[in-house]
């Protein structure tokens, strides 16, 4: 599953950071002004799906289909977990503590980094998950729709994203996503 994020990457330690990106004339992506966006243990859920789109190519006599790759999707859902209070800051509108909310609103490119830390409980039994990352997975992204939900047990946003090609400011692009 190299392209998605593991299993076990879900849960407390690990820590989403969203940096939304302004694109420069020359299509390099470069932080935005308002800095990294972070949030630790509020990941709720994640999906990844690939698509390959094809388009039919045939003689218009031939019976059988004869699909050629256009394209590839990959598209990314996180679902991150409200925090409770305050839902909006006061007068603004704007997601209060909420990063995904707060990423969709400041910009569209974002690039984003999942980090997993290592729990542990130490002799006094105090938790600790800091530290360096055990595994680190970043990618670019269109952040297309952010959503809220509001189910009985708690309150969620959840953000759609769609990788995209990113320049690397000479002749090429970089890879994307990475993983490390």
Do not use: C
């Not at 076990?8 to 420069?24: A, F, N």
């Amino acid at each position: 599953m190299a392209n998605g994020i593991t299993p076990w990457l879900l849960g407390r330690d690990i820590t989403v950071q969203i940096t939304p990106q302004d694109v420069s004339s020359n299509g390099v992506f470069t932080n935005d002004a308002i800095g990294a966006l972070t949030f630790t243990g509020r990941l709720e859920e994640d999906s990844f799906e690939n698509t390959l789109q094809t388009q039919d190519y045939r003689p218009v006599q031939a019976f059988n289909a004869n699909p050629v790759p256009v394209s590839y999707v990959g598209t990314y859902t996180l679902t991150e977990i409200a925090q409770a209070l305050p839902l909006l800051s006061s007068g603004s509108g704007w997601g209060y503590g909420n990063v995904l909310e707060t990423a969709f609103r400041t910009s569209f490119y974002h690039k984003i980094v999942v980090s997993a830390f290592q729990h542990t409980i130490t002799n006094t039994y105090t938790e600790s998950g800091s530290g360096s990352p055990v595994y680190s997975w970043t990618f670019y992204a269109l952040m297309t729709n952010v959503k809220r939900n509001s189910p009985k047990q708690m309150n969620t946003f959840q953000a759609t994203l769609q990788t995209i090609s990113i320049s690397n400011g000479s002749s090429g692009f970089i890879s994307n996503p990475s993983v490390s």
